[in-house]
C-alpha cells in the first residue's frame, strides 16, 4: 500500500510541477485567465500543498507514541530535505547577482526565498514544516471539529490581513494562506474510513461555484478578503480537495508502465525542478521573443531534465554527507 500511495503521489506531484512551469510561461492576458487556467493550471500549488499534509501526516504517524524527540528530528530532515538544494540555487542567485538580489541585505534576500518566480514557496514550507506538528495533533485528537477550527483560524486571518492591508511581498512568504489545504491533506491520511461520495460532489459543486463567483465571472476585481492570490486562496480548497481525495480513494496506481515511471521520476524531483524554473525563468530576457509554441515544449523539457539532473546529483551528495556524518558518530 504505501508503494501504491508513493507512486500516486509522486504522479500528481509531476502533474502539478508540469502545471508550474506552464504558468510561469508567457501567456496573453485573457489566455491566462481562461477557465482552462483557473480550473487547472492555477491548481499546482494547491495540489503540492494537500500533497504536503498528506505526506507529512504519514511521516508523523510513523512516530512511536509522538514523543517529542521524533517530532523534532522528523521536523529536522524535513527541513534539511527542502533547505540544502534550496541553499545551492539561492548562492547561485547571490554569486551572480541574478534580478540585483545584492541591493538587499542577505538575510532578507534569503527569508524572502531568492528571487525568481515561485521563490515565496520555500519560507513558506518551512514556515509549515515547523507548525505541522501542531496541525497533526489538532486533527488527530478533534477530527472534523479540528478542520473546522483550522478553516476559522485561516478565515480569520485572511480577514486580518485584508483589514490591515498587508503588503503584498509579506503576505506572499507567510504560510496561513495555506494552512487549510496543509489540514485538508492530513485529515485525509488520518482519517480511517473513506468520506462519502456524495458528501465529496457536494463540496465540489460550493468549490466550482466559489470559483467561478471569486474569479471567473470578473477577474478585474478582487472580492474582499481575497485581494492577494485569489487564484489559490482559501476557497479553492473545496474545488481541489474532493478532486484529490477521488484520485486517491480511486486510482491508487502502482504500475511498471514507462510513462508512469517516467512521471514518479519526475515527481520525486519536482522540488528541484521548481527551484530549476525559478532560475530558468528569471534569466530568460524579457524581450526574448519566441513564440508561445516552440517556448512551453522548451522550457518544459529544460527544467525537467535540468531539474532530474540537480535531484540525482544533489541526492548523492546529500547520501555522501549523511555517510560520513554517521562514520563520526559514536
Known amino acids: 500500500m504505501a508503494k501504491t500511495e508513493l507512486q500516486f503521489i509522486n504522479i500528481l506531484k509531476a502533474v502539478a510541477i ?3 512551469i506552464i504558468t510561469h510561461n508567457k501567456f496573453s492576458l485573457n489566455f491566462g485567465e481562461n477557465i482552462f487556467f483557473m480550473y487547472f493550471i492555477n491548481m499546482a500549488v494547491p495540489i503540492f500543498m494537500l500533497i504536503s499534509g498528506f505526506n507529512y501526516s504519514l511521516s508523523f504517524s510513523r512516530i512511536k507514541n509522538n514523543n517529542i524527540l521524533g517530532n523534532v528530528m522528523s521536523i529536522l530532515r524535513k527541513f534539511i530535505r527542502i533547505t540544502i538544494p534550496f541553499l545551492i540555487i539561492f548562492l547561485v542567485e547571490w554569486f551572480f547577482n541574478i534580478k540585483n538580489i545584492q541591493v538587499h541585505h542577505f538575510t532578507t534576500a534569503l527569508i524572502n526565498g531568492g528571487v525568481g518566480p515561485g ?3 520555500y519560507p513558506v514550507m518551512v514556515q ?7 496541525i497533526y495533533l489538532v486533527l488527530k485528537k478533534y477530527k472534523e471539529k479540528g478542520l473546522a477550527l483550522l478553516f476559522i483560524l485561516q478565515f480569520l486571518s485572511d480577514i486580518v490581513f485584508y483589514l490591515s492591508d498587508i ?3 509579506t503576505y506572499r512568504i507567510l504560510c496561513f494562506r ?3 489545504l496543509v489540514s485538508l491533506g492530513c485529515y485525509l491520511a488520518l482519517r480511517k474510513e473513506k468520506i462519502n461520495s456524495n458528501a465529496l460532489l457536494f463540496i465540489e459543486i460550493i468549490g466550482i461555484n466559489f470559483i467561478n463567483i471569486l474569479i471567473c465571472s470578473n477577474s478585474t476585481y478582487a472580492y474582499a478578503p481575497y485581494n492577494l492570490w485569489k487564484e489559490t486562496s482559501l476557497i479553492t480548497s473545496f ?8 484520485i486517491y480513494y480511486n486510482y491508487n496506481i502502482n504500475s511498471s508502465n514507462i ?4 512521471l514518479s521520476e519526475t515527481g520525486r524531483a519536482s522540488w528541484h525542478i521548481f527551484l530549476i524554473q525559478m532560475l530558468y525563468f528569471i534569466i530568460i530576457p524579457e524581450e526574448l521573443n519566441i513564440q508561445l509554441r516552440i517556448m512551453l515544449p522548451l522550457s518544459l523539457f529544460v527544467n525537467i531534465i535540468i531539474g532530474w539532473l540537480f535531484y540525482k546529483i544533489e541526492k548523492q551528495i546529500s ?3 549523511k555517510n560520513q556524518i554517521n562514520k563520526l558518530s559514536p
Open 319 to 321: 547520501s555522501c554527507v
Open 259 to 262: 510513462f508512469v515511471k517516467i
Open 178 to 180: 495555506y494552512l487549510f
Open 239 to 246: 474545488y481541489i480537495f474532493p478532486i484529490f481525495a477521488y
Open 167 to 169: 503588503n503584498s511581498n
Open 119 to 121: 521563490s515565496y514557496y
Open 18 to 20: 508540469i502545471f508550474v
Open 128 to 134: 509549515l514544516i515547523i507548525l505541522f506538528p501542531l
